[in-house]
Antibody, heavy 120, light 110 residues
Framework: QLQLEESGPGLVKPSETLSLTCTVS??????????WGWVRQPPGKDLEWIGS???????SYNPSLRSRVAISVDTSKNQFSLKLNSVTAADTAVFYC?????????????WGQGTMVTVS | QSVLTQPPSVSAAPGQKVTISCSGS????????VSWYQQLPGTAPKLLIY???RRPSGIPDRFSGSKSGTSATLGITGLQTGDEADYYC???????????FGGGTKLTVL
């Protein structure tokens, strides 16, 4: 069974860079059928898509975050990572790593358990 | 303000049926597949419906999805107290080139 697990600091200072890694187990990140990416959820608020990456390194980002975000992939470690720079308190959220199908299902079919990141 | 519009809350009695709407536009729901997610308190979202009306394996047929024009609907029959959760719709928005979600709907089973 596929599993995704987020890791990284739970506390980041304002103006610094938030860095998270997602480790994929039970399946290959090099599959041609999926995007891998990040979704965040501020406390008590809604889901927000951050961006996605294909195993080749091709990325797509939420236009509202594009200037501050970078997602990378390491196929040798079956991992992908998120960097969000110049963070403020508004970036405090639970961050989920996700898998999204290409062509079917076009949906986030696997999610990590989420990791809370506080900017303070 | 979310791109997709959902009612903030819905409620119904155990055993009854409820529907949750998700309204968008031609750039998102109108021309792309819709998915639905269930988020139980304190947990990650879980895929309930994909490609408008398809259920992943393991999701009971009490959950159904439909789409008409620029709106989509999630239906839940035979409500159980364990169905109390937040429900989100999501899709691709071709104008924004981004995945967009609805604002979420809190289901209360009275």
């Amino acid at each position: 069974q596929l599993q995704l697990e987020e890791s990284g600091p739970g506390l980041v200072k304002p103006s610094e860079t938030l860095s998270l890694t997602c480790t994929v187990s039970g399946g290959s990140i090099s599959s041609s059928s999926y995007y891998w990416g990040w979704v965040r959820q501020p406390p008590g608020k809604d889901l927000e898509w951050i961006g996605s990456i294909y195993f080749t390194g091709s990325t797509s980002y939420n236009p509202s975050l594009r200037s501050r975000v970078a997602i990378s992939v390491d196929t040798s470690k079956n991992q992908f990572s998120l960097k969000l720079n110049s963070v403020t308190a508004a970036d405090t959220a639970v961050f989920y790593c996700t898998r999204r199908g290409i062509g079917g299902p076009e949906a986030f079919d696997f999610w990590g358990q989420g990791t809370m990141v506080t900017v303070s | 303000q979310s791109v997709l519009t959902q009612p903030p809350s819905v409620s119904a009695a155990p055993g009854q049926k409820v529907t949750i709407s998700c309204s968008g536009s031609s750039s998102n729901i109108g021309n792309n597949y819709v998915s639905w997610y269930q988020q139980l308190p304190g947990t990650a979202p879980k895929l309930l419906i994909y490609d408008n009306d398809r259920r992943p394996s393991g999701i009971p047929d009490r959950f159904s999805g439909s789409k008409s024009g620029t709106s989509a609907t999630l239906g839940i029959t035979g409500l159980q107290t364990g169905d109390e959760a937040d429900y989100y719709c999501g899709t691709w928005d071709s104008s924004l080139s981004a995945v967009v979600f609805g604002g979420g709907t809190k289901l209360t089973v009275l």
